[in-house]
Structure formats: structure tokens, C-alpha cells
């Protein structure tokens, strides 16, 4: 159960730091490497316009610039703030492909073609512009603008190499304006804690402006980094200083629930599970929001290891609500199981132990017949819904909608410049495909082991209920009371639950089951 | 005897059924929530009609203060002042019939208490998107009317619902029937009056 909840605890708090925090990529995940935007623009480089013309073999001839009317920039610029997006992309295309880069407006020009782009929803598009305006600097004036546009898109699914690493991670921080220096800086520090190289991230944290969210959110992937490197006790300042950044306003809600989660589970670590319920019962949803699956399961747990078990059967209820049906939590039938078995109720705790194997039968097949568990529905789903595993998903998912979307424009880009989206989104992609699927293999794998160590207690379980269930009972032995039901206060209400969640219920189900226990087999 | 075992017989799988369900899905689940709404101090602005009499129409202001003693029981008195609209029918008889205006008996004020019994609180889903709370309870009182001509006391049953719009404020709803009693001003019979209003409550403390 240790090893379980501080396994979960460690990805768990590398996946609470968000989708721009390279921080979280778990040991041994392979880095996503090779998407140099430049590299990406010189392997996509334009098409030729006459697609017959060229020899069947080698590569075809780059067409040579034509000359441009100048008037062609500001006729973009006029479309582009009369909201014609799509008309000032095509133009603006076709003035940063005709003209050399030292051309006064080629840096304007191709910020408002990824302005446009991006407005048409082309978001990676519009960053691979953006990020060829942070590696050309030809204009120091558009560079403070672009980066700014770059990151905004990193709340977005987009593109870590490129975005984080390669612009923001390898800035030259000299000359930035205080908040995209702020933002570099932070992300040049999770890069450097991301190898490992503590002194230098913290030399770059150090020079972010107090009191920012940057700041904050250093701090935060300073001590998931400090957690994932603890040998065996955790220290209590680091839960203090986890629940400092819980009351931080300048994160987002979801880092300070991470945060808080974070407490909790230390708190558990250190069996102070009355202080885990605390950090657990603090951590703050939105109003009729369904919450996280782990949340829940962690919560039943430490109400488990208080004694409370019909809280924590009723947490267990919670868990069969339709929002968490495709989650994987094996965890929950064996804790089930348990509770059952604690109050001698030995037949549905065989059932509820049963219960895991038959639902996870596919996947249990999968991986004892070594097939490829990114074969298996349940299995994929879970590894994909988590960490940096979800973050390539959720980058290729918007790909493909991009790409999509992307078709929609045939007519008004011109082949030329289709031709030149459709290889930069085919390549993009087959690169996030690359990426993605590496991270699954790693991901499908801690998913698999984590069925299996569950499938492992549930059989001692069953052979643990098994012979109790057929244990003999002495004559004259006597019920005993050992696990209380809390008594409904005078605060209170009740409602009876018949099958029917609702979603301000689902952290107050509680279970009423009397125990059957007698004095010989009591625990 | 025969009879018996047959019922006993047919019963017996029953019995069975349902013993397997509880020794399979022992135990019953409930949600168990701190109630999002209590009331002790409450004020009452309400609007409403007396619209039995078929020969007015009265036009209601009320005013009252009801005491939360727990979140079932509570008690509370008010004061309704009417404002009456004569029908047609009597406009009819007046002008056609040449009836005296001081024939009609109308309800001019009327005050009194009632003991509220509030066995249901729950809430509603609304489009999937919000949730709202709200109670219902039956009132059991007395009270004294103020009629053109008369003073009579009378007794009061009814029913109301509450919608809780914030802890401190939520509107309700009430229908209540009076039964005024033959005593003084020469009546002979029962009265009824059937009151439905419509109020503003403000509710101060019950949030502990």
C-alpha cells in the first residue's frame, strides 16, 4: 500500500503541474527530441507551384522568389484588422516567401501571419511562425510580441519541444521584457531541474520577480523535484511549504489543489491520516463539479486506515458514479473487498474481489499473454488520461483537428501554400505520433504493473475470505460492536441513494452496514 | 391449514431472493449532507389574494415573523391587511337589484398564528445545470377577522413551500384556508376564506 500511494503520490504530483510544465515527464520517459522548428521548416519547405514539372527523382527545385508588390504587406495588414484572417494569411504567405528576411516587415509580416493563423485555429501553424520569429530575431521589436503570442498557445495543447525547450528554454534572456523574461526564465529553470542540474534552475527561479505566478509555480517544481529525489523521510517543511503554495493565489486552482493533494499524501506517508483527511477535505472543487477518481480513492483509503469504514465504502460508491466508470482504479474493489471482510460480511467481499478480475479479464489476458497492452482498451485509456502521456495525446488529438481544419482553407490559401501547411501538419504529426507513442509504452507499462499488484492482493484476499467463510462459529459466541456508524448530526440530511448520482452527493455518500463480526474472528 | 402451507410455500422463494440480495449487496447507501439551508429569525413581506368570495376579490399585503424552533417546527404570526375589488356580480346586483353595499360582508384586516410542521426539505436538479433547495410544510393555526360589519375569530389549516435563494433570503408560497367561526355580528354560519400569498423572506441566524 506504501509503495502504491507514494507511486501515485510521485506521478501524481509531476502530472499536477500542468500542461507547460516539462517537469513532469516521468523517469525513464523518453524525451521528445528532433522537432527543431527550423528543421521542421526546412524539411517542409515550400512545394514548387507546377507540381507536374518536376523530375520524377530527387527532390524538387525550390521555386525562385518572385518579386512583390510592397503594397501586397499592407493590403494583408488591412485584411488582417478587418478581420479577413483568412485573406491576410494567404497574402501574408506568399510576402514572407517572396521576400529576403532582411526586409523591414518580413518579422511583422510573419507575426500577423501566425496572428492569422491562429485566429483561423491553426494554433501549432501559427507557433511554428512565431517560434521561426524567436530563432531569426530580425526584428527586436516583433521578438517581445511573438514570444508573448508563443505563450499564451502553451496553455493549449502544443508542441513542448519546439515552444518550451527549444524557444523559451534556450532564450537569451538579456534584452526581454520583465514578464517574458519572468516566463523564459521559469521555463529555462524546469528545463535544468528536468536534467537534473538543481543549482542552475535555481539560479533562474531566483530571478523571477517575487510575488509573480511564475514564481509561485517555480517553487511548486522545485519541491515536486525535491519529493521525487527524497530518499526516505519526507520532511515536514516540505509539507508546510506544499501547503503554503495550496493557499497561493497566484496559481491556478488546479496547482493549488495539487498542492493540497500533495500535503495529503505525505501527510499519509507519515500515517498522520487525520491530517491527510484534513488536506484532503480542503482540496476545492467547483460547485457540481464530479472531482478526480484518485481523489476519491485516496480519501477512501485514509478514512480506511482511521476506522471509518462506512465512509469509506460510501467514497467507494462514489466511484461507480458514471463519470469515473472508465477510470482505472483496481485499488477500489480490493478496498471493497476489505471493508467487507472487516465487518464479516465474507461473501460480498469475495464478490467484490471477484469483481476486479472479471472486470479487468481482457487486460489481465493482455498482459499475461504478452500482447501489446497498447492493444488493450482499458489499459491504453488509462495510460493515456495521465501526465506527459496526456499531454502528447491531447497535442495530437489537436493536430488532427487542425489538420482538419486545415482542409477547409484549400481554396483560399493556394496550393502553394496548402501544399506547405499540409507537410508542416503531416510532419508535425507524425512527430507527435513518434512522440506519443513512446510515451505510451512507458505509461501502458506502469498501468499494467499496477493491474497486477492488485490482481496479486485480490487473490490473498480471496483466499483470506475463503477460509474465514468457512470458519466454524462456537456455541454461545456473541456479536461484537468494534466498527461504529457515525450517527447522522442534527445538522444533518439524508438521502437515500437508489441508484441516482448526483453530483453535489458524491463526497457524502456514506454506507450503513452493521457488522457481523463475532468475538472469535473479530479483528 | 392446507391453505396456509400453500401461501408459506409460495412465499418461501421470495424470502429467499431477498436474503440472497442482502447477503450479496448487503447494506444501504445515503448521502449524508450538512443542510445547505436553515431558518430561525424570519421576516415576511407578502402579496396575495382572497379570491373565493364571489363578490370581491381581495387584494392582500402581509406582514410576519416566524420562529424557527427546529429545522421541522416553527411558529409564526402575522398581519394581512386586504384591499377588496368588487366583481361583477355584485357591481350587477347593486346597480340591477338595488342591494345595499353594506350587505357584503368583506374581510377588511385579519392576524393570527400558526404552529408550521416542515417534514419535507430537498432539492431539485434544474436542466441538469444547477441545484436548488427548498422545504414544504402544513400549518395548523387561528385567527381573528376584521369583516366589514364584524369581528370573528377562526381557525386555519394549510400548506406552503419554501425556495431558498440564499441563506439569507428565499421566497415561499403559502395557501391557507380559514374557517371563520358563527360567533358575533349576528352570523349564523361558517365562513370561508381561502388565502394564497406570495412573500419575500429574509431569514437572520439558523446558519450555525
Redesign the interface.
Known amino acids: 500500500m506504501r509503495t502504491l500511494l507514494l507511486s501515485a503520490l510521485l506521478s501524481a504530483a509531476a502530472f499536477a503541474q500542468g500542461p507547460a510544465d516539462p517537469v513532469t515527464g516521468e523517469p525513464g520517459a523518453p524525451k521528445a527530441v528532433g522537432v527543431a522548428d527550423g528543421g521542421l521548416l526546412d524539411a517542409v519547405a515550400p512545394a514548387p507551384l507546377s507540381a507536374g514539372g518536376a523530375g520524377a527523382s530527387g527532390p524538387s527545385p525550390t521555386p525562385q522568389p518572385k518579386k512583390i508588390d510592397p503594397k501586397l504587406f499592407d493590403e494583408a495588414l488591412n485584411d488582417y484588422f478587418g478581420n479577413r484572417p483568412k485573406d491576410a494569411a494567404a497574402k501574408l504567405f506568399e510576402y514572407t516567401e517572396n521576400v529576403p528576411s532582411t526586409d523591414e516587415n518580413y518579422a511583422w509580416a510573419q507575426f500577423f501571419l501566425a496572428r492569422s493563423l491562429i485566429e483561423l485555429k491553426l494554433n501549432h501553424a501559427g507557433a511554428v511562425y512565431l517560434a521561426r520569429i524567436a530563432r531569426e530575431r530580425t526584428n527586436p521589436a516583433v521578438l517581445p510580441k511573438a514570444l508573448e503570442e508563443l505563450q499564451k498557445l502553451t496553455d493549449l495543447p502544443h508542441d513542448e519541444v519546439m515552444i518550451d525547450e527549444q524557444v523559451f528554454g534556450a532564450l537569451d534572456l538579456g534584452f526581454l521584457p520583465e514578464e517574458v523574461a519572468g516566463y523564459a526564465h521559469y521555463q529555462q529553470g524546469l528545463v535544468d531541474l528536468r536534467v537534473g542540474n538543481e543549482r542552475w534552475a535555481t539560479t533562474h527561479f531566483s530571478k523571477l520577480p517575487e510575488g509573480s505566478s511564475e514564481a509561485s509555480r517555480a517553487r511548486y517544481a522545485m519541491l515536486v523535484t525535491r519529493l521525487k529525489t527524497a530518499k526516505k523521510d519526507i520532511p515536514e517543511k516540505m509539507i508546510e511549504e506544499f501547503g503554503e503554495l495550496a493557499k497561493d493565489d497566484k496559481l491556478t486552482a488546479d496547482a493549488r489543489n495539487d498542492s493540497m493533494l500533495a500535503v495529503a499524501r505525505l501527510r499519509y506517508e507519515l500515517k498522520d491520516f487525520n491530517g491527510a483527511l484534513e488536506a484532503y477535505g480542503q482540496v476545492q472543487l467547483p460547485p ?1 463539479d464530479p472531482g478526480r477518481a484518485s481523489l476519491y480513492l485516496e480519501e477512501a483509503w485514509t478514512r480506511y486506515q482511521l476506522g471509518q469504514v462506512h465512509a469509506a ?2 467514497i467507494l ?1 462514489t466511484l461507480d458514479a458514471p463519470s469515473f466508470r472508465e477510470e482505472f482504479l483496481p485499488d477500489k474493489y480490493l478496498l471493497k473487498a476489505l471493508i ?1 471482510r472487516d465487518l464479516c ?1 465474507y ?2 467481499a469475495k ?1 467484490a474481489a471477484k469483481e476486479l478480475t472479471r472486470k479487468y479479464a481482457d487486460s489481465l489476458d493482455a498482459i499475461r499473454e504478452r500482447y501489446d497492452l497498447t492493444e488493450d482498451t482499458r489499459l491504453l485509456r488509462a495510460a493515456s488520461a495521465r501526465g506527459s502521456t496526456k499531454r502528447a495525446r491531447r497535442f495530437l488529438e489537436s493536430l488532427d483537428l487542425e489538420g482538419e481544419q486545415l482542409g477547409r482553407y484549400a481554396g483560399s490559401f493556394g496550393d502553394r501554400m496548402f501544399g506547405y501547411m499540409s507537410g508542416l501538419y503531416d510532419l508535425a504529426r507524425a512527430e507527435a505520433l513518434r512522440v506519443y507513442n513512446a510515451r505510451l509504452r512507458e505509461s501502458v507499462r506502469v498501468e499494467a504493473d499496477k493491474l497486477l499488484r492488485a490482481a496479486e492482493q485480490v487473490r490473498l484476499m480471496e483466499y483470506e475470505v475463503g477460509l474465514k467463510l468457512y470458519e466454524r462459529v462456537k456455541k454461545g459466541a456473541k456479536l461484537v460492536k468494534l466498527i461504529e456508524e457515525e450517527p ?2 442534527p ?7 437508489v441508484d441516482e448520482y ?1 453530483n ?2 458524491l463526497r ?6 452493521k457488522s457481523r463480526c463475532i468475538e472469535e474472528t473479530a479483528r | 391449514m392446507h391453505k396456509t402451507l400453500v401461501v408459506l410455500s409460495l412465499l418461501a422463494p421470495t424470502a429467499a431472493l431477498a436474503q440472497l440480495q442482502e447477503l450479496e449487496n448487503p447494506g444501504t447507501v445515503s448521502a449524508i449532507q450538512e443542510r445547505a439551508y436553515r431558518m430561525q429569525h424570519e421576516l415576511n413581506l407578502a402579496v396575495g389574494l382572497l379570491p373565493q368570495d364571489a363578490f370581491y376579490k381581495g387584494l392582500t399585503v402581509k406582514g410576519s415573523y416566524g420562529f424557527h424552533f427546529t429545522d421541522y417546527f416553527a411558529a409564526q404570526g402575522y398581519f394581512t391587511y386586504s384591499y377588496n375589488l368588487p366583481t361583477s356580480l355584485r357591481q350587477q346586483l347593486e346597480r340591477d337589484f338595488g342591494v345595499l353595499p353594506t350587505a357584503f360582508d368583506e374581510v377588511q384586516f385579519f392576524f393570527g398564528g400558526d404552529l408550521m410542521w416542515k417534514p419535507l426539505y430537498g432539492k431539485l436538479s434544474v436542466m441538469n445545470r444547477t441545484v436548488i433547495h427548498g422545504e414544504v410544510w402544513l400549518l395548523l393555526g387561528g385567527a381573528g377577522f376584521k369583516f366589514t360589519n364584524t369581528f370573528r375569530p377562526g381557525i386555519n389549516i394549510g400548506g406552503g413551500g419554501r425556495w431558498f435563494i440564499s441563506q439569507y433570503v428565499s421566497l415561499r408560497l403559502d395557501v391557507t384556508d380559514y374557517i371563520v367561526l358563527p360567533v358575533g355580528g349576528g352570523s349564523t354560519s361558517f365562513t370561508n376564506v381561502l388565502s394564497m400569498t406570495l412573500a419575500l423572506a429574509l431569514n437572520f441566524g439558523g446558519a450555525e
Open positions: 457540481l465504502m460510501g460508491t467487507y460480511h461473501l460480498p464478490r447522522l448530526g445538522h444533518q440530511v439524508a438521502f437515500r441513494f448526483w453535489d452527493e457524502s455518500y456514506r454506507f450503513s452496514l
